[in-house]
């Protein structure tokens, strides 16, 4: 399963109308929810603005809108395409500014559709990891020998807070996560131990 790295776009103009597909790094419904609305303010002048989502460890929760458009010619073409991609977490919005031209129903199936498979080919993607947060404390000493250590691991969204000690707090994948401690334990011969949140 992977996930998207970060917002990418793709645009088109079919028949006058203009096409704006978006892409956005989700992690809950509620996530889903609010950059609709956010995406609606921004667009107020656009006809429609479409979405389909697919969010879970599994891909289990998914979603999808015609925004107006005729049922079924915007949202399930566009969560088909997703449904495909072997990706989750991710939310695609297409913003339609309407050029004069009607395209029947086949014609914005295609648009909608094509719209999504277009900017999945632009988009940047990752595995998907499940990650644990990890915290712990150490003095400056224990410090240099820790550092070593954080360098054989991958480590995400490391921040460090220096003190009087330092407080170290992060994420690792759930995977690595019992022999990092242990590594960490035996190097400070138990002086330092990580909580990790499962």
């Avoid at 990418?8 to 889903?32: C, D, M, P, R, T």
């Avoid at 994948?173 to 909580?195: C, H, M, R, W, Y």
Wanted: glycine share 10%; net charge negative; with cysteine.
């Amino acid at each position: 399963m992977k996930i998207p790295k970060k917002y990418a776009f793709y645009e088109e103009n079919i028949k006058g109308s203009l096409f704006l597909s978006e892409l956005f790094l989700i992690s809950s419904q509620a996530e889903v929810r609010e950059k609709i609305k956010a995406q609606k303010q921004k667009y107020a002048d656009a006809t429609h603005v479409c979405h389909a989502f697919i969010c879970g460890k599994n891909a289990e929760i998914m979603g999808m809108s015609d925004d107006g458009e005729p049922g079924g010619t915007a949202g399930r073409p566009m969560l088909d395409v997703l449904k495909g991609s072997g990706a989750t977490n991710l939310l695609v919005t297409v913003t339609r500014w309407f050029g004069g031209t009607l395209l029947g129903t086949g014609g914005l199936v295609h648009a909608y559709g094509n719209g999504v498979k277009n900017l999945l080919e632009v988009a940047e993607f990752e595995e998907l990891v499940e990650k644990s947060d990890f915290s712990l404390s150490t003095d400056y000493q224990q410090y240099q020998i820790l550092k070593k250590i954080f360098e054989n691991h991958t480590l995400y969204e490391l921040s460090e807070d220096f003190g009087e000690g330092i407080s170290i707090k992060g994420k690792i994948a759930v995977s690595d996560s019992e022999n990092f401690k242990q590594k960490i334990f035996d190097a400070t011969n138990g002086k330092v131990l990580p909580i990790i949140s499962t």
